[in-house]
């Protein structure tokens, strides 16, 4: 069965970084787009960019660019979301999610979540 | 940049049927889903390509979406259905989500 396993749980400064990792199982890593979004503490689903497994690139949201890497190792079936320069309002639970694993046009499975907090 | 927007809450008697709308410039020009999530849990797809429910999702969750208007439709709407639920749906090659309807069953 498909199945996210991501990083614990992360408690950073502000200025600092934080790279969350997500290792994917049960289908062909390579095969399917990597999304990541992210979910501030009573707010909305925010959508962050993906990267393609595959050929390793990626799309990032107008919001985050300059600030957000994504990654992946396809050895290990991978994928990292790493922030920088973080602030307050980074504070969220981050998840990753691949698109259409079930051969439809979604995000059909989801990361557990990994909740970063910045605080000084 | 694109936007979806959605009712911030919506109230329905158990066993009634519960209507959210999502609303976008010729949002039923693409592809829209429905997320589902309950409080401290992953978000759920119960509905993707506008109308298909993914397999285990109740047959009482359908969509629709034509115009500027996509809708999820809850019909027979039981306690355990009382969650937030965000639309989405893509622009040129981003992903974008609506702000969230918290549906009270009630």
């Known amino acids: 069965q498909v199945q996210l396993v991501q990083s614990g749980a992360e408690v950073k400064k502000p200025g600092a970084s934080v790279k969350v990792s997500c290792k994917a199982s049960?289908?062909?890593?390579?095969?399917?787009?990597m999304h990541w979004v992210r979910q501030a503490p009573g707010q909305g689903l925010q959508w962050m960019g993906w990267?393609?497994?595959?050929?390793?690139?990626?799309n990032y949201a107008h919001n985050f660019q300059g600030r957000v890497t994504m990654t992946r190792d396809t050895s290990i079936s991978t994928a990292y979301m790493e922030l920088s320069r973080l602030r307050s309002d980074d504070t969220a639970v981050y998840y990753c999610?691949?698109?259409?694993?079930?051969?439809?046009?979604?995000?059909?499975?989801w990361g557990q979540g990994t909740l970063v907090t910045v605080s000084s | 940049s694109y936007e979806l927007t959605q009712p911030p809450s919506v109230s329905v008697s158990p066993g009634q049927t519960a209507s959210i709308t999502c609303s976008g410039d010729?949002?039923?020009?693409?592809?829209s889903c429905w997320y589902q999530q309950k409080p401290g849990q992953s978000p759920v797809l119960v509905i993707y390509?506008?109308?298909k429910r993914p397999s285990g999702i109740p047959e009482r969750f359908s969509g629709s979406n034509s115009g500027n208007t996509a809708t999820l439709t809850i019909s027979g709407t039981q306690a355990m259905d009382e969650a937030d639920y965000y639309c989405?749906?893509?622009?040129?090659?981003?992903?974008?989500f609506g702000g969230g309807t918290k549906l009270t069953v009630l």
């Open positions: 999610a691949p698109n259409g694993v079930s051969a439809i046009i979604g995000l059909d499975y």
């Open positions: 049960g289908y062909t890593f390579t095969g399917y787009y």
């Open positions: 990267i393609n497994p595959d050929s390793g690139a990626t």
């Open positions: 010729k949002l039923g020009d693409t592809y």
């Open positions: 390509q506008d109308t």
């Open positions: 989405q749906t893509w622009d040129s090659r981003s992903v974008v």
